[in-house]
Protein backbone atom coordinates (compact mmCIF):
# COMPACT_ATOMS: atom_id res chain seq x y z
CA UNK A 1 0.00 0.00 0.00
CA UNK A 2 3.09 2.26 -0.54
CA UNK A 3 1.98 3.53 -3.92
CA UNK A 4 1.97 8.02 -3.75
CA UNK A 5 -0.34 9.98 -6.10
CA UNK A 6 -0.35 13.87 -6.47
CA UNK A 7 -2.99 15.28 -4.19
CA UNK A 8 -4.21 19.23 -4.57
CA UNK A 9 -2.09 21.84 -6.68
CA UNK A 10 0.23 22.26 -3.27
CA UNK A 11 2.54 19.19 -4.34
CA UNK A 12 1.35 16.93 -1.42
CA UNK A 13 2.08 13.39 -2.58
CA UNK A 14 -0.68 10.74 -0.59
CA UNK A 15 -0.80 6.79 -0.35
CA UNK A 16 -4.06 5.63 -2.36
CA UNK A 17 -5.25 4.59 1.13
CA UNK A 18 -5.36 6.58 4.35
CA UNK A 19 -6.47 6.69 7.64
CA UNK A 20 -9.77 8.46 8.94
CA UNK A 21 -9.61 9.72 11.95
CA UNK A 22 -13.33 9.33 13.22
CA UNK A 23 -13.55 5.88 14.72
CA UNK A 24 -10.55 5.94 16.87
CA UNK A 25 -12.13 8.78 18.79
CA UNK A 26 -14.89 6.32 19.86
CA UNK A 27 -17.28 6.67 17.18
CA UNK A 28 -20.35 4.76 18.37
CA UNK A 29 -17.94 2.63 20.87
CA UNK A 30 -15.12 3.36 22.88
CA UNK A 31 -11.46 3.12 21.60
CA UNK A 32 -8.72 3.57 24.69
CA UNK A 33 -5.89 5.69 23.92
CA UNK A 34 -3.66 1.92 23.86
CA UNK A 35 -5.61 1.17 20.90
CA UNK A 36 -6.05 3.99 19.09
CA UNK A 37 -2.24 3.84 19.18
CA UNK A 38 -1.86 0.70 17.73
CA UNK A 39 -4.29 0.95 15.39
CA UNK A 40 -2.55 3.70 13.85
CA UNK A 41 0.57 1.95 14.36
CA UNK A 42 -1.03 -0.82 12.10
CA UNK A 43 -2.18 1.94 9.83
CA UNK A 44 1.66 3.29 9.35
CA UNK A 45 2.51 -0.59 9.22
CA UNK A 46 0.29 -0.94 6.24
CA UNK A 47 1.82 2.06 3.92
CA UNK A 48 -0.92 4.31 4.99
CA UNK A 49 0.52 8.07 4.89
CA UNK A 50 -2.27 10.46 4.90
CA UNK A 51 -3.93 10.47 7.95
CA UNK A 52 -7.42 12.71 8.09
CA UNK A 53 -9.30 14.14 11.14
CA UNK A 54 -11.37 16.77 12.59
CA UNK A 55 -12.54 18.84 15.33
CA UNK A 56 -16.25 16.73 15.24
CA UNK A 57 -14.54 13.70 16.07
CA UNK A 58 -14.90 13.11 19.94
CA UNK A 59 -14.94 16.50 20.57
CA UNK A 60 -11.14 16.89 19.78
CA UNK A 61 -10.40 13.70 21.35
CA UNK A 62 -9.17 12.62 17.10
CA UNK A 63 -7.07 15.53 16.75
CA UNK A 64 -5.17 15.20 20.29
CA UNK A 65 -4.74 11.45 19.25
CA UNK A 66 -3.56 11.83 15.81
CA UNK A 67 -1.25 14.57 16.56
CA UNK A 68 0.65 12.87 19.06
CA UNK A 69 0.91 9.65 17.14
CA UNK A 70 2.53 11.68 13.80
CA UNK A 71 4.95 13.64 16.52
CA UNK A 72 6.69 10.61 16.61
CA UNK A 73 7.22 9.79 12.74
CA UNK A 74 9.37 11.89 10.67
CA UNK A 75 7.44 15.19 9.04
CA UNK A 76 8.53 14.48 5.76
CA UNK A 77 6.82 11.24 5.39
CA UNK A 78 3.21 12.38 6.83
CA UNK A 79 0.30 14.34 5.05
CA UNK A 80 -2.42 15.88 7.47
CA UNK A 81 -6.00 16.71 6.49
CA UNK A 82 -8.34 18.39 9.57
CA UNK A 83 -11.68 20.42 9.50
CA UNK A 84 -13.31 23.80 9.77
CA UNK A 85 -16.47 25.48 10.68
CA UNK A 86 -17.61 23.25 14.05
CA UNK A 87 -16.31 25.39 17.52
CA UNK A 88 -16.39 23.19 20.24
CA UNK A 89 -17.65 25.59 23.20
CA UNK A 90 -16.77 23.93 26.78
CA UNK A 91 -20.42 23.37 28.62
CA UNK A 92 -21.97 20.62 31.03
CA UNK A 93 -22.12 17.54 30.65
CA UNK A 94 -25.90 17.71 30.24
CA UNK A 95 -25.70 20.18 27.61
CA UNK A 96 -23.37 18.61 25.76
CA UNK A 97 -24.08 15.80 22.82
CA UNK A 98 -22.29 13.26 22.15
CA UNK A 99 -22.86 13.38 17.89
CA UNK A 100 -22.51 9.77 17.85
CA UNK A 101 -19.11 9.11 19.93
CA UNK A 102 -18.54 7.53 23.30
CA UNK A 103 -15.51 9.33 24.08
CA UNK A 104 -13.92 13.07 24.37
CA UNK A 105 -14.68 15.91 26.71
CA UNK A 106 -17.95 17.39 27.18
CA UNK A 107 -18.60 19.92 24.01
CA UNK A 108 -21.27 21.66 22.61
CA UNK A 109 -20.78 22.07 18.52
CA UNK A 110 -22.17 24.92 16.82
CA UNK A 111 -21.88 25.41 13.18
CA UNK A 112 -19.69 28.62 12.35
CA UNK A 113 -18.34 29.66 9.36
CA UNK A 114 -17.35 33.17 9.38
CA UNK A 115 -14.50 34.45 9.31
CA UNK A 116 -13.39 34.97 12.98
CA UNK A 117 -14.82 31.58 13.52
CA UNK A 118 -12.74 29.77 10.85
CA UNK A 119 -9.51 31.57 12.46
CA UNK A 120 -10.52 30.24 15.62
CA UNK A 121 -11.12 26.49 14.88
CA UNK A 122 -8.40 26.29 12.77
CA UNK A 123 -5.88 27.93 15.49
CA UNK A 124 -7.85 25.26 18.33
CA UNK A 125 -6.93 22.52 15.63
CA UNK A 126 -3.09 23.41 15.56
CA UNK A 127 -3.37 23.37 19.27
CA UNK A 128 -4.46 19.53 19.66
CA UNK A 129 -2.55 18.66 16.78
CA UNK A 130 0.50 19.89 18.47
CA UNK A 131 1.42 21.30 14.62
CA UNK A 132 1.85 24.83 13.30
CA UNK A 133 0.85 23.88 9.69
CA UNK A 134 -1.36 21.65 8.47
CA UNK A 135 -1.77 20.17 4.62
CA UNK A 136 -4.83 19.76 3.97
CA UNK A 137 -7.66 22.34 5.48
CA UNK A 138 -11.39 21.02 4.58
CA UNK A 139 -14.57 23.22 5.55
CA UNK A 140 -16.78 20.48 7.32
CA UNK A 141 -20.41 20.26 6.05
CA UNK A 142 -21.50 23.43 5.11
CA UNK A 143 -24.55 22.04 3.98
CA UNK A 144 -27.34 24.77 5.76
CA UNK A 145 -24.43 27.48 5.49
CA UNK A 146 -23.86 28.30 1.87
CA UNK A 147 -23.66 32.00 1.79
CA UNK A 148 -21.60 32.09 4.99
CA UNK A 149 -19.47 29.42 3.25
CA UNK A 150 -18.58 31.03 0.48
CA UNK A 151 -18.53 34.27 1.43
CA UNK A 152 -16.71 34.34 4.48
CA UNK A 153 -15.40 30.89 5.09
CA UNK A 154 -13.49 30.44 1.29
CA UNK A 155 -11.79 33.19 1.63
CA UNK A 156 -10.38 32.89 4.90
CA UNK A 157 -9.27 29.16 3.96
CA UNK A 158 -7.31 31.00 0.90
CA UNK A 159 -6.02 33.81 3.03
CA UNK A 160 -4.45 30.42 5.21
CA UNK A 161 -3.23 28.95 1.74
CA UNK A 162 -1.60 32.58 0.58
CA UNK A 163 -0.11 32.68 3.79
CA UNK A 164 1.78 29.13 3.52
CA UNK A 165 0.33 27.73 6.95
CA UNK A 166 -2.33 25.33 4.78
CA UNK A 167 -0.86 23.70 1.27
CA UNK A 168 -3.98 22.58 -0.09
CA UNK A 169 -7.72 23.79 0.85
CA UNK A 170 -11.48 22.17 -0.26
CA UNK A 171 -14.43 20.85 1.46
CA UNK A 172 -16.18 17.92 2.73
CA UNK A 173 -19.65 17.01 2.21
CA UNK A 174 -21.60 13.79 2.19
CA UNK A 175 -23.50 15.65 -0.53
CA UNK A 176 -22.55 16.00 -4.77
CA UNK A 177 -24.41 19.13 -5.38
CA UNK A 178 -23.00 22.00 -3.33
CA UNK A 179 -19.91 20.24 -3.43
CA UNK A 180 -20.05 20.75 -7.22
CA UNK A 181 -20.77 24.33 -6.83
CA UNK A 182 -17.73 24.84 -4.54
CA UNK A 183 -15.57 23.28 -7.53
CA UNK A 184 -17.41 25.32 -10.46
CA UNK A 185 -17.32 28.73 -7.95
CA UNK A 186 -14.04 28.43 -6.59
CA UNK A 187 -10.53 27.58 -7.11
CA UNK A 188 -10.30 24.63 -4.31
CA UNK A 189 -8.04 21.94 -4.75
CA UNK A 190 -9.67 18.91 -3.23
CA UNK A 191 -12.88 18.04 -2.05
CA UNK A 192 -13.76 14.63 0.41
CA UNK A 193 -17.10 13.10 -0.65
CA UNK A 194 -18.02 10.28 2.01
CA UNK A 195 -20.80 7.80 1.07
CA UNK A 196 -21.94 9.21 -2.05
CA UNK A 197 -19.57 6.80 -4.61
CA UNK A 198 -19.69 3.81 -3.35
CA UNK A 199 -20.57 -0.21 -4.54
CA UNK A 200 -24.22 0.92 -4.17
CA UNK A 201 -24.49 4.56 -4.86
CA UNK A 202 -22.58 6.35 -7.98
CA UNK A 203 -24.66 9.90 -8.20
CA UNK A 204 -21.16 11.50 -7.94
CA UNK A 205 -20.77 10.26 -11.93
CA UNK A 206 -23.62 12.67 -13.03
CA UNK A 207 -21.71 16.47 -11.20
CA UNK A 208 -19.03 15.89 -9.26
CA UNK A 209 -16.71 14.17 -10.62
CA UNK A 210 -17.07 15.66 -14.14
CA UNK A 211 -16.52 18.85 -12.37
CA UNK A 212 -13.70 17.72 -10.42
CA UNK A 213 -11.66 16.05 -13.90
CA UNK A 214 -12.56 19.59 -16.02
CA UNK A 215 -11.66 21.89 -12.86
CA UNK A 216 -8.46 19.57 -11.80
CA UNK A 217 -9.88 19.26 -8.26
CA UNK A 218 -8.62 16.03 -6.91
CA UNK A 219 -10.96 13.87 -5.04
CA UNK A 220 -10.75 12.21 -1.48
CA UNK A 221 -13.72 9.06 -1.02
CA UNK A 222 -14.77 8.33 2.21
CA UNK A 223 -17.41 6.27 3.87
CA UNK A 224 -16.81 3.68 0.93
CA UNK A 225 -19.01 0.90 2.87
CA UNK A 226 -21.56 3.43 3.91
CA UNK A 227 -21.50 2.95 7.09
CA UNK A 228 -21.54 -0.79 7.72
CA UNK A 229 -23.93 -1.82 5.10
CA UNK A 230 -21.11 -3.02 2.53
CA UNK A 231 -18.58 -4.75 4.98
CA UNK A 232 -22.01 -6.88 6.08
CA UNK A 233 -24.78 -6.57 4.27
CA UNK A 234 -26.42 -8.93 6.75
CA UNK A 235 -28.22 -9.12 10.09
CA UNK A 236 -28.45 -5.32 11.69
CA UNK A 237 -27.22 -4.10 8.39
CA UNK A 238 -26.52 -0.35 8.73
CA UNK A 239 -26.75 2.38 6.04
CA UNK A 240 -25.37 6.06 6.44
CA UNK A 241 -25.67 5.64 10.11
CA UNK A 242 -29.59 4.45 9.94
CA UNK A 243 -30.43 0.97 9.55
CA UNK A 244 -31.02 0.07 5.89
CA UNK A 245 -34.28 0.16 4.28
CA UNK A 246 -35.35 -2.84 2.44
CA UNK A 247 -34.81 -1.92 -1.02
CA UNK A 248 -31.07 -0.75 -0.53
CA UNK A 249 -30.22 -3.73 1.73
CA UNK A 250 -31.41 -5.78 -1.08
CA UNK A 251 -29.32 -4.61 -3.64
CA UNK A 252 -26.60 -4.78 -1.28
CA UNK A 253 -27.10 -8.48 -0.82
CA UNK A 254 -27.38 -9.14 -4.36
CA UNK A 255 -24.12 -7.22 -5.00
CA UNK A 256 -22.54 -9.54 -2.24
CA UNK A 257 -24.07 -12.29 -4.10
CA UNK A 258 -22.00 -11.84 -6.99
CA UNK A 259 -18.50 -10.90 -5.14
CA UNK A 260 -19.23 -14.79 -3.33
CA UNK A 261 -19.81 -16.45 -6.82
CA UNK A 262 -16.05 -15.16 -7.31
CA UNK A 263 -14.89 -16.21 -3.67
CA UNK A 264 -14.62 -11.91 -3.09
CA UNK A 265 -15.67 -10.56 -0.01
CA UNK A 266 -17.90 -7.24 -0.83
CA UNK A 267 -15.64 -5.22 1.50
CA UNK A 268 -12.60 -5.84 -0.55
CA UNK A 269 -14.91 -4.82 -3.66
CA UNK A 270 -15.51 -2.14 -2.04
CA UNK A 271 -12.39 -0.45 -1.24
CA UNK A 272 -11.09 -1.53 -4.70
CA UNK A 273 -14.03 0.29 -6.69
CA UNK A 274 -13.45 4.51 -5.98
CA UNK A 275 -10.11 4.35 -7.22
CA UNK A 276 -11.06 3.24 -10.68
CA UNK A 277 -12.40 6.76 -11.26
CA UNK A 278 -10.03 9.00 -12.74
CA UNK A 279 -10.51 12.04 -10.57
CA UNK A 280 -10.24 10.19 -7.26
CA UNK A 281 -6.81 10.05 -5.35
CA UNK A 282 -7.22 8.05 -2.29
CA UNK A 283 -9.56 6.39 -0.18
CA UNK A 284 -9.96 7.03 3.06
CA UNK A 285 -10.50 4.18 5.43
CA UNK A 286 -11.53 4.50 9.00
CA UNK A 287 -10.19 1.69 11.51
CA UNK A 288 -10.91 1.54 15.48
CA UNK A 289 -8.50 -1.69 15.95
CA UNK A 290 -5.45 -3.06 13.86
CA UNK A 291 -7.48 -5.92 13.48
CA UNK A 292 -9.90 -3.77 11.80
CA UNK A 293 -6.39 -2.50 9.65
CA UNK A 294 -5.16 -5.90 8.77
CA UNK A 295 -8.14 -6.91 7.92
CA UNK A 296 -8.94 -3.98 5.53
CA UNK A 297 -5.25 -4.35 4.02
CA UNK A 298 -6.27 -8.01 2.97
CA UNK A 299 -9.01 -6.71 1.35
CA UNK A 300 -7.26 -4.08 -0.38
CA UNK A 301 -4.64 -6.65 -1.87
CA UNK A 302 -7.60 -9.10 -2.97
CA UNK A 303 -7.21 -9.95 -6.82
CA UNK A 304 -10.47 -9.50 -8.01
CA UNK A 305 -10.98 -10.79 -11.55
CA UNK A 306 -12.36 -8.62 -14.26
CA UNK A 307 -15.85 -10.65 -14.52
CA UNK A 308 -16.97 -9.85 -11.19
CA UNK A 309 -17.06 -6.43 -12.18
CA UNK A 310 -18.85 -7.21 -16.07
CA UNK A 311 -21.49 -8.99 -14.02
CA UNK A 312 -22.29 -5.99 -11.38
CA UNK A 313 -22.58 -3.63 -14.94
CA UNK A 314 -24.42 -6.63 -16.81
CA UNK A 315 -26.87 -7.38 -13.58
CA UNK A 316 -27.76 -3.21 -13.58
CA UNK A 317 -26.07 -3.32 -10.02
CA UNK A 318 -23.74 -0.46 -11.33
CA UNK A 319 -24.68 2.10 -13.69
CA UNK A 320 -23.68 1.97 -16.57
CA UNK A 321 -20.48 3.46 -17.73
CA UNK A 322 -19.39 3.37 -14.07
CA UNK A 323 -15.33 3.00 -14.30
CA UNK A 324 -14.30 -0.51 -12.71
CA UNK A 325 -10.64 -1.55 -11.62
CA UNK A 326 -9.00 -3.01 -14.39
CA UNK A 327 -9.42 -3.55 -17.81
CA UNK A 328 -13.36 -2.66 -17.84
CA UNK A 329 -15.81 -3.61 -20.13
CA UNK A 330 -16.90 0.11 -20.27
CA UNK A 331 -14.43 2.65 -21.96
CA UNK A 332 -11.20 2.25 -20.48
CA UNK A 333 -8.90 4.74 -18.62
CA UNK A 334 -5.38 5.32 -20.10
CA UNK A 335 -2.92 5.32 -17.27
CA UNK A 336 -2.07 9.00 -18.30
CA UNK A 337 -5.13 10.36 -17.24
CA UNK A 338 -5.28 8.54 -13.73
CA UNK A 339 -3.79 11.93 -12.30
CA UNK A 340 -5.34 14.59 -14.47
CA UNK A 341 -7.28 15.78 -10.94
CA UNK A 342 -3.66 16.71 -9.69
CA UNK A 343 -1.64 18.19 -12.31
CA UNK A 344 -2.80 21.65 -12.81
Request: hydrophobic letters at 40%; aromatic letters at 8%.
Amino acid sequence: MTDQTALGRGGLQVSRYGFGGAPIAGLFESVSEEQARECMGQAWAAGQRYFDTAPHYGAGLSEHRVGAFLAQKPSNEWVLSTKVGRLLETTSSAASESAGFADGPSAHRVFDFSRDGIRRSFDSSLARLGVDKVDIVFLHDPDDHWEQAIGQAWPTLAALRDDGVVRSIGAGMNQTAMLTRFVRETDMDVVLLAGRYTLLQQDALDDLLPACLERGTSVVIGGVFNSGLLANPHGNATFNYAPAAPDILAKAQQIDDVCSRYGVAIAAAALQFPLAHPAITTVLIGARSAREVEENSRFIATTIPEQLWADLLTAGLLRPGTPVPGPSPTTPIPPSEKTVSADS
